[in-house]
């Protein structure tokens, strides 16, 4: 639930905002963006799922026993069980394009030695890294 809560101002903010432009090739650049679109995409589809398999029997969602998400779609057939493999399935694809992302940020740190990873560490304006690339390649 706190991924859920989270998710709603953090997608406001990516929408609102201009999208830093990620270093590297263009081809690179353009698998970036698709992973991660895919991560709001199945981060979404995995608290869904979630909701959906709480709310099967026609109970609300409980939240820290502060307030309720009331059910909205329950009582389909096998609810529960659909979407639990459904939450399963989707959750253990979220983790693998973790993996994913983990190992091409090692890969953009450590081989191509750009500014990938820092710049998911130490976000900061693309003005001030395009200046720290240019000082860079002064020295
Ligand atoms: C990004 C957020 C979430 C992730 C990564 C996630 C991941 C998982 C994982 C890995 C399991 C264990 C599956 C298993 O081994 O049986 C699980 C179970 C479960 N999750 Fe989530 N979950 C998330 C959000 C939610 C939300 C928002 C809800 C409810 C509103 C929820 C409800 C449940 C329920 C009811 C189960 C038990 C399902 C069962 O017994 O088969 N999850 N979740």
Known sequence: MVVALL????????????????????WERRIALWVHRLFY?????VVV????????????????DHFQLPATLYGLNNQADIAGRWHNGLALALMLLTALHTVAAI?????????TLTRMLRPVSDKRHDIHE??????
């Open 7 to 26: 998710l709603v101002p953090r997608l406001v903010w990516r929408l609102a905002n201009p999208r830093p432009e990620p270093p590297g090739r263009p």
């Open 107 to 115: 890969k953009h740190h450590f081989i191509d030695q750009d500014q």
């Open 41 to 45: 995409l199945l981060t979404a589809a």
């Open 134 to 139: 240019v000082k860079q390649q002064e020295e």
């Open 49 to 64: 799922a979630g909701y959906l398999i709480t709310t099967a029997d026609g109970q609300p969602v409980v939240v820290f």
